[in-house]
T-cell receptor, first 114, second 116 residues
């Protein structure tokens, strides 16, 4: 069985500052890793995913995440945040076989302050 | 619209009532998922359909929960004899391909159920 831990439930940060949202996972099998974002009053949207290959993956709006197998982590980073990045961010994993069952973390609420 | 549509967006039920939540996935999407999201928690898997076949219902919390997708498109999640612990947001998601797909899930906005 897999599990996902997001230790930070809330992260306040000033606009244009860097941010890191932490995600650690536990699994006895190979996994795919995802970050989903939920903006206020909207559904969850895929932000980025790691399936294979380069361990550093990027999104179109400046976020990046690095898969670290030895530390079982997939932390999300952005060098300079905007007010519009205020949202809840969920880390998720799924097995590389039978990939339909995504396991989500409890989420981190990012609040960007002016 | 072209996204996943869920209805109703908000439902208030008295304890013991039956409720039905509807999900209209993106046209042509093979896979459909139901998740339950309690306050302050991440989404938790309930059940999975590939076309009309329910391949996994291991996440349904009790036999009061029932899901169907009879024609492989619209799905309904039914909760019988609702209890206060059923209060949550119920999320529906769809995916284009089948079980081996590693692509993204497209989520609806959810149905928020409050049981009094």
């Amino acid at each position: 069985a897999q599990s996902v831990t997001q230790l930070d439930s809330q992260v306040p940060v000033f606009e244009e500052a860097p941010v890191e949202l932490r995600c650690n996972y536990s699994s006895s099998v190979s996994v795919y890793l995802f970050w989903y974002v939920q903006y206020p009053n909207q559904g969850l949207q895929l932000l980025l995913k790691y399936l294979s290959g380069s361990t550093l993956v990027e999104s179109i709006n400046g976020f990046e995440a690095e898969f670290n197998k030895s530390q079982t982590s997939f932390h999300l980073r952005k060098p300079s945040v905007h007010i519009s990045d205020t949202a809840e961010y969920f880390c998720a994993v799924s097995e590389t076989s039978g990939t339909y069952k995504y396991i989500f973390g409890t989420g981190t609420r990012l609040k960007v302050l002016a | 619209g072209a996204g996943v549509s869920q209805s109703p967006r908000y439902k208030v039920a008295k304890r013991g009532q039956d409720v039905a939540l509807r999900c209209d996935p993106i046209s042509g999407h093979v896979s459909l998922f139901w998740y339950q999201q309690a306050l302050g928690q991440g989404p938790e898997f309930l059940t999975y359909f590939q076309n009309e076949a329910q391949l996994d219902k291991s996440g349904l919390p009790s036999d009061r929960f029932f899901a169907e997708r009879p024609e492989g498109s619209v799905s309904t999640l039914k909760i019988q004899r609702t209890q206060q612990e059923d209060s949550a947001v119920y999320l529906c998601a769809s995916s284009l391909f089948g079980q081996e797909d590693t692509g993204e899930l497209f989520f609806g906005e959810g149905s928020r159920l409050t049981v009094l």
